[in-house]
């Protein structure tokens, strides 16, 4: 079984950001030379997340109003 690892760092602007990978996974994949099988893709930090969301555009603002309004009631 072939594997490949390649860990990517990213730091944002604004405390709450989303970033698209996509063309940096495919480019990883590229690098790989690997085929088929499954590509792992893992925040290996608490505060970040990584969302798969087929690029459906208005996902990344209501998510970002959502958890503006979750942070309001917290405080």
Known sequence: MKSFRKELWFNTKKRREFINI?????????????????????????????????????????MLRTGRGLRKQDS
Do not use: K
């Not at 940096?24 to 970040?48: D, F």
């Open 22 to 62: 996509t063309r940096l996974l495919e480019q990883c994949v590229r690098e790989s030379g690997i085929q088929e099988g499954l590509l792992l893709c893992n925040a290996m930090h608490i505060t970040a997340s990584v969302f798969i969301n087929d690029g459906q555009l208005p996902l990344p603002s209501l």
